[in-house]
């Protein structure tokens, strides 16, 4: 099984909402990933997990705050976004962080629309 | 630093015919080189990978890729293409070692495959 799951697939929300993005994998993955994609354009890295534990943060706004309860989940908890933040968010695990040879596998994505 | 350079934004081609995805890339160290397939409203899923070893290398659904280490070039082909083939198609680079497994994508190849 190669499959990484996310939900909701869509989200509309307002500027003053809180709302969650789910992530999981059941492949004993222990690196995961948030990448954060406009229309046309490619995936950009926003955070990395390692181990449960936060590994990378690209400089990402605090309005994102990602969370990894356990080795199987990753969550990304937003607040107080702006309409520049309406994109596609994918999440992607590995075996490992390190190791670059190790393949991502990418979820379907949730489509985020902030109004 | 690395990047990646995708020099066609867009690829129409004819049903059977075949293609070429072009990607070239700039590091001052060694990476290792990959080719992802994003289908419409879909994450990213891997069509082939260059580690090491054979420069031609064979992946899902057909597709190959030659890893051209004097041109800095990791040309995706096809030699007869379906219209379940159309997709954005992404090369990107991480290198061999150090830091974390981070992917640098180019900007992406849109192959529309008309019958």
């Known amino acids: 099984d190669t499959e990484v799951t996310q939900t909701p697939k869509h989200l509309v929300m307002g500027m003053t909402n809180k709302k969650s993005l789910k992530c999981e994998q059941h492949m004993g993955h222990r690196a995961m990933y948030w990448y954060k994609q406009k229309a046309k354009k490619p995936p950009e890295l926003m955070f990395v997990y390692s181990y449960e534990k936060l590994s990378i943060n690209e400089s990402v706004p605090s309005r994102f705050s990602p969370e990894c309860p356990n080795s199987s989940l990753l969550n990304l908890h937003l607040h107080a976004l702006q309409p520049e933040d309406s994109a596609l968010y994918l999440c992607?695990?590995?075996?490992?962080?390190?190791?670059?040879?190790?393949?991502?596998?990418f979820g379907p994505g949730t489509r985020l629309l902030v109004l | 630093a690395q990047s990646v350079t995708q020099l066609d934004s867009q690829v129409p081609v004819f049903e059977e015919a075949p293609v070429e995805l072009r990607c070239n890339y700039s590091?001052?160290?060694?990476?290792?080189l990959f080719w992802y397939v994003q289908y419409p409203n879909q994450g990213l899923q891997l069509l082939l990978k260059y580690l090491s070893g054979s420069t031609l290398v064979k992946g899902i659904n057909g597709f190959e890729a030659e890893f051209n280490k004097s041109q800095t070039s990791f040309h995706l082909r096809k030699p007869s293409v379906h219209i379940s083939d159309t997709a954005e198609y992404f090369c990107a680079v991480t290198p061999l070692s150090g830091g974390y497994n981070k992917l640098i994508f180019g900007a992406g190849t849109r192959l529309a495959v008309h019958p």
């Open positions: 992607a695990s590995s075996q490992a962080a390190s190791g670059n040879q190790e393949t991502q596998y």
């Open positions: 590091s001052s160290v060694s990476v290792y």
